[in-house]
């Protein structure tokens, strides 16, 4: 195949499903060979899934965690895409917090689990309050530098139309913003799933998160552990997937390079 | 001598239009870490109502400058701008000035984009309107396409029509066509003059193309290098359409191509 001929349909397909296949032959072979008696092969795996879902705990546990992350992630894009906006449109206000904002971002949300847990107990609140923890700053800062960089034309031709600043506001800057704060929802959606499932091994009883640590903990269930793994993935890449169909909305598209 | 009849003939031309905008002796010096540099030194200038005027000059000279000034977004350090005997103090939806083909909004279609200064119009007269820029433009068919949809040239054609939607009086333009390739350029001088004629607009018009300004303007404005000066005004008597092999635009645009201290050789 020529690197520059187009793929044909079938390819496109035909080439990433062989190599999940080529994947999982591999990793059967590996546990066959080994003679591994704890670590699961896929049919295992397979096995536990079904399990799971005949048990029917799985579906509650999914439920959980997709309602914590909605909860978390929904107050920070509440909050955090407004308060992003205000900080891109007055410079001064964004110097006065940025300097706090950089230092409390880098802090894993992970770190925040013991004040989480002192200062909600146990229970749905502290996750959420860690996933918000984990995905409010990068919607904050991808807001804010969405607003910054709103070309100066663009604010030009606005107040040259007569526009208020209220008007300027919702009319020029936050849809010029828009697709830079799509980003940044997106990889805070992300931070959320991941972030989910690390609140839930401490701080909850109940979840993905939870069943992956419980399967371990009562009776060293690694079918049950990789197959809770396995619809972590499943499940964030369906979120990915969902929130970037926000991309393809005509009135962003512009803002996102267009893939063939 | 001939400096002194060409000012005679713009002085002269300069009374058949009543007079819109008056720029008086405009100053401007930016200053940045603590260095300040002159920009514009004494610019006095007299714009005709419905007159298209060229500021020439070689690229920053400071004539978008002058232009920004003129249509209020820069305030000057000296001197001050008068449009309709009124002081500019700031942008103005009556002069709408015009980017290049970058200034349309991505996130709105053609028609929103013609629509966006009509807010304060009535649905229906906004829709008419609309109508109108569109056939104006010659963008029917593409109402609902994206800019993104769109050829430079139509870019830029839709950017006229937001001007002209909100029926200004004035358009400042900012090197408009300067990144369209050439041909795409002509054409767009022709509907630019064709537009002009049928809305009777003023325009202020900034390039550095010495044929584009004698191929548009009433009069041509030259300028000097930093700090800009007004060198000299070339009036530019040939009627619309304008032959460029004609023997009067070679003499007018040669005489530009001296002043500005070119050989015409190359």
Redesign the interface.
């Known amino acids: 195949m020529n690197a520059l001929a187009q793929p044909r349909k079938w390819e496109k397909v035909f080439w990433p499903v062989l190599a999940s296949l080529v994947f999982l032959v591999i990793w059967h072979y590996a546990v066959r060979w080994t003679a591994s008696n704890i670590f699961p092969s896929p049919l295992d795996v397979e096995k536990g899934v079904g399990e799971l879902l005949g048990k029917g705990v799985l579906w509650g546990y999914i439920g959980d965690s997709l309602r914590r992350v909605a909860t978390g992630f929904g107050i920070s894009l509440i909050l955090g895409v407004p308060i992003g906006l205000i900080l891109g449109w007055y410079p001064a206000a964004a110097k006065v917090v940025n300097p706090t904002i950089q230092m409390v971002r880098p802090i894993s949300p992970i770190a925040w689990i013991p004040l989480s847990i002192l200062w909600f107990g146990v229970g749905d609140n502290a996750a959420t309050f860690l996933i918000f923890m984990g995905s409010f700053f990068p919607i904050v800062v991808a807001s804010m530098n969405g607003v910054r960089n709103v070309?100066s034309?663009?604010r030009?031709?606005g107040?040259?139309?007569?526009l208020k600043p209220a008007?300027q506001l919702a009319?020029?800057v936050f849809?010029?913003a828009?697709p830079q704060i799509l980003v940044g929802l997106r990889i805070s959606l992300g931070i959320a799933w991941l972030v989910v499932v690390a609140a839930e091994m401490t701080a909850v009883n109940s979840g993905l998160g939870y069943l992956v640590l419980d399967s371990r903990n009562s009776g060293k269930r690694y079918d049950l552990v990789v197959a809770a793994m396995l619809m972590i993935g499943v499940i964030g890449l369906i979120l990915d997937f969902g929130i970037r169909r926000l991309e393809t909305i005509?009135?962003?598209?512009?803002?996102f390079r267009s893939e063939g | 001598m001939s400096q002194a009849a060409t000012a005679t003939i713009a002085h002269t031309s300069r009374r058949a239009f009543q007079t819109k905008l008056r720029a008086e002796s405009i100053s401007m010096t930016f200053s940045r870490d603590g260095k300040s540099t002159d920009v514009l030194e004494n610019i006095s200038l007299e714009v005709g109502d419905g007159e298209f005027v060229c500021l020439l000059g070689p690229s920053g000279c400071g004539k978008s400058t002058l232009l920004n000034t003129m249509a209020g977004f820069l305030s000057p350090t000296k001197g001050e701008v008068r449009i309709d005997d009124e002081v500019v103090t700031g942008p103005d939806p009556r002069r709408i000035f015009v980017f290049q083909e970058r200034g349309v909004f991505p996130w709105l279609t053609v028609e929103g984009n013609i629509g966006f200064g009509l807010f304060k119009l009535s649905a229906e007269e906004k829709r008419r309107r609309i109508a109108h820029y569109v056939k104006l433009v010659g963008l029917q068919g593409f109402e609902k396409a994206y800019p993104q949809e769109l050829s430079g040239g139509m870019k830029q054609r839709l950017e006229v029509a937001r001007a002209l939607a909100v029926n200004p009086d004035m358009l400042f333009l900012d090197e408009p066509f300067g990144a369209l390739d050439s041909i795409t350029r002509l054409i767009m001088r022709r509907e630019l003059l064709r537009i002009w004629e049928a809305e009777k607009k003023t325009i202020i018009f900034v390039t550095h193309d010495i044929e584009e300004s004698v191929q548009l303007a009433d009069r041509v404005v030259v300028m000097s290098a930093r700090p800009a000066k007004i060198q000299r005004e070339v009036l530019i008597d040939i009627p619309h359409p304008r032959d460029i092999s004609s023997p009067r635009y070679l003499e007018l645009r040669d005489g530009i191509f001296e002043q500005i201290g070119l050989a015409h050789k190359v």
Do not use: C, D
């Open positions: 070309p034309m663009f030009r031709a107040r040259n139309f007569g008007q009319r020029i849809p010029a828009l005509k009135s962003v598209r512009w803002g």
